[in-house]
């Protein structure tokens, strides 16, 4: 009889591996759904497998940095900002949340805190050699990027020719 009940404990044991397995199997597909749907333009539906998959899986990173990826395509730069922002809390790690923040707030003209963010993803990227050339080419054009508008500005309200 004790034999009987290991072989049932095991055969449950194994089933709900199975299981487990089988689930994380479907939860990944989602994000490859999800993902799929991003790129395909299909914003709403790629949101709504996201959440679905996020429903169970708070904390999965990978989910996380797809939603604050379609949120940014939706317009939804807030609501992106908060998701990027929380990835860096969760996980400061990870370069590629704080490289979305610096564009992100970059677009919204707060060129201190895009500065901010690409030297908190340098430090992640350091360890990266490409990584590491990226974010100085990113520093530089966005050291640049306020004299910009200014001199497009003040070209525009010149009347004079441009020197050749």
């Known amino acids: ?39 395909q333009g299909q914003h709403s539906q790629a949101l709504g497998k996201v959440n679905g998959y996020l429903a169970g ?27 990027f922002s929380a990835l860096t809390g969760d996980y400061p790690e990870l370069p590629e949340p ?23 993803a340098g430090r992640q990227a350091a360890d990266r050699p490409v990584g590491e050339a990226r974010h100085a080419d990113r520093v530089e054009r966005l050291r640049c990027a306020p004299a910009q508008p200014h001199a497009r500005a003040a070209e525009q309200a010149d009347p004079r020719p441009a020197a050749e």
């Open 57 to 83: 899986n708070p904390k999965d990173a990978k989910a996380r940095f797809l939603k604050g990826l379609i949120l940014t395509e939706q317009g939804k730069t807030t609501d992106a900002i908060n998701i």
């Open 98 to 120: 704080y490289n979305n923040l610096a564009v992100l707030y970059a677009g919204q003209g707060q060129y201190d805190n895009a500065k901010l963010a690409l030297e908190l």
């Open 1 to 39: 009889m004790n034999k009987l009940n290991l072989h049932r404990s095991l055969v449950t044991l194994l089933a709900g591996a199975l299981l487990s397995i089988a689930s994380m199997a479907a939860h990944a597909d989602d994000i490859q759904d999800a993902n799929k749907l991003f790129k």
